[in-house]
């Protein structure tokens, strides 16, 4: 009963009101009080926080931040407790409206795909299949059947750009100064 006047409450219900009496909806909001997981939209919660929906539009985690001059941003911090990474978008008032962002204090970015990684971003460069880059560009080089760069045929621009490598037909174009 603890405090509520109900008996039938189930075990890892979390009790709320329905603005009439006190209540419970398992199969919504679960507490799994001997693995310490909460459940929402589940009642068999996988990890301390499982968020089962049906997808599609308004079906995620949603972060608003009530001042339009500042930023909204999901949190991931280290054991010590120290920011680690941050993924955000700025306010549409703020110094860099609408601005998404990643932020990693302590090193990289990564993007790893079926445990390649493919992309990497820090603070020296960008590499592409190259873990430690050692320019502000690196690319792998290629293998028998996969070219490290290669440009597809397109438009010329209409007005010559300093640096722009560009390919029309069977011909490659670089602009210099």
Known sequence: MGGTGNFGFLPGSVIFSDGIRLTEDNQNLYWNF??????????????????????????????????????????????????????????????????????????????????????????????????KPTAYLEIKSGSSEIAPLKLNSGELLSLPQEGAIESYQDKLYFTTS
Not at 46 to 55: D, E, K, R
């Open 34 to 131: 001997v693995d310490k997981k909460l459940g929402i939209g589940t009642d068999d919660p996988i990890s301390p926080l499982t968020i089962v929906s049906n997808g599609g539009y308004e079906s995620g985690i949603t972060i608003k931040s009530l001042d339009p001059q500042e930023y909204s941003s999901l949190d991931f911090i280290t054991p010590s407790g120290g920011l680690g990474f941050k993924i955000g978008l700025y306010g549409p008032e703020s110094f860099e409206a609408n601005k998404a962002f990643f932020y990693n204090e302590l090193g990289p970015l990564s993007i790893i795909i079926s445990n390649d990684e493919v992309l990497n971003i820090s603070n020296t460069g960008v590499g592409i299949f190259i873990d």
